[in-house]
């Protein structure tokens, strides 16, 4: 069975860096598209970023543009984001994701459990 497995979050001051780490398991021909999401308290979950498992193509969310990286990594089956220049607004879980169609922000049908990432000012 598939599985996504987080990882990575952690406290760091504004202006901080992180990377987020996403294991991928199972059958993992079936995802077209990996992404993270985020969700802070009290709040929707909202999309981050996006990429595509064959070809790398990425998107990203305008409040992340320029400040996070996301990658993948198709011999380890997992993908990542980097995450610089931290914001308290930055401050959520996120999860990673997966989808089994090549998709921009919707459609994902696999979800990690969630790293929390708390940035301090």
Known sequence: ?????????????????LRLSCTVSGRTFNWLTLGWFR???GKEREFVARILWK???QYY??????RFAIS????????YLQMN??????TA??????SPIRTMT????????????TVSS
Not at 93 to 98: E, G, I, K, R, S
Not at 106 to 117: L, P
Request: charged share 20%.
């Open 55 to 57: 070809g790398g193509s």
């Open 1 to 17: 069975q598939e599985q996504l497995v987080d990882s990575g979050g952690g406290t760091v001051q504004v202006g901080g860096s």
């Open 93 to 98: 879980v996120y999860y990673c994701a997966a």
């Open 39 to 41: 969700q802070a308290p």
């Open 106 to 117: 919707t459609q994902f049908t696999a979800w990690g459990q969630g790293t929390q990432v």
């Open 61 to 66: 969310a305008d409040s992340v543009k320029g």
């Open 72 to 79: 993948r990594d198709t011999a380890e089956n997992t993908m």
């Open 85 to 90: 220049d931290l914001k308290p607004e930055d």
